[in-house]
């Protein structure tokens, strides 16, 4: 496995999750890493992407309540998710810039 996503799950709005992906070292080390999600019946959106050297950079719909973070010694990506809403409800991937897809992690924001 070379990308395994995990931390989704079910939270009321308002509330916080913090998602998490590891990555072989082949495909982390030195590599900018991206968040993504996909809601319900809608295409798939980017959501953040950080550099090796840990710059972040985000969509609009979530600047200010998601943060990006990496871990270069554990090989492994972030995505905290504060102030989160009932349109945030989507299944969650991680990716490499070179391509690699984690196999995605469901998370529910109840009303």
């Known amino acids: 496995v070379q990308l395994q996503a995990s931390g989704g799950g079910l939270v009321q709005a308002g509330g916080s999750l913090r998602l998490s992906c590891a990555a072989s070292?082949?495909?982390?080390?030195?590599?900018?890493m991206s968040w993504y999600r996909q809601p319900p019946g809608k295409q798939r959106e980017f959501l953040a992407i950080i550099s090796s050297g840990s710059s972040a950079t985000y969509a609009d719909s979530v600047k200010g309540r998601f943060t990006i973070s990496r871990d270069n010694a554990k090989n492994t990506v972030y995505l905290e998710m504060n102030s989160l809403k009932p349109e945030d409800t989507a299944v969650y991937y991680c990716?490499?810039?070179?391509?690699?897809w984690g196999q995605g992690t469901q998370v529910t924001v109840s009303s």
């Open positions: 990716k490499s810039i070179t391509g690699y």
């Open positions: 070292g082949s495909i982390f080390s030195n590599k900018a």
